[in-house]
């Protein structure tokens, strides 16, 4: 059974770092591609990151140059630095890995950019 769960979420200032985790069970990070959307109030979801299963990474215009997304595969764990955060950053942030064609989300974490 795949299960992907976040972390790190929270209130931030505007300028501000986080930094989410996203343990996954039940696939290998290291060979899946994982992905980080997000999903603001009133808005689509958006893809923000990507890193692939050999390794490279893939990001949407609006994060480049401030988020990183990374991989520890010992730990099975997706990490999303988040850096010189936007208040239109804050969204419900989400982990994602499609598997044998088959969707898989995590619950979500909120982050919240104050001005």
């Known amino acids: 059974q795949v299960q992907l769960v976040e972390s790190g979420g929270g209130l931030v200032q505007a300028g501000g770092s986080l930094r989410l985790s996203c343990v996954a069970s039940?696939?290998?990070?290291?060979?899946?591609?994982m992905n980080w959307y997000r999903q603001a109030p009133g808005k689509q979801r958006e893809l923000v990151a990507t890193?692939?299963?050999?390794?490279?990474?893939k990001y949407a215009d609006s994060v480049k140059g401030r988020f990183t997304i990374s991989r520890d595969n010992r730990a099975n764990t997706v990490h999303l630095q988040m850096s010189s955060l936007k208040p239109e950053d804050t969204a419900v942030y989400y982990c994602?890995?499609?598997?044998?064609?088959?969707?898989?989300w995590g619950q979500g974490t909120q982050v919240t950019v104050s001005t």
């Open positions: 890193i692939f299963g050999l390794g490279s990474t």
């Open positions: 039940g696939i290998f990070i290291s060979i899946n591609d």
């Open positions: 994602n890995s499609v598997e044998r064609g088959r969707p898989y």
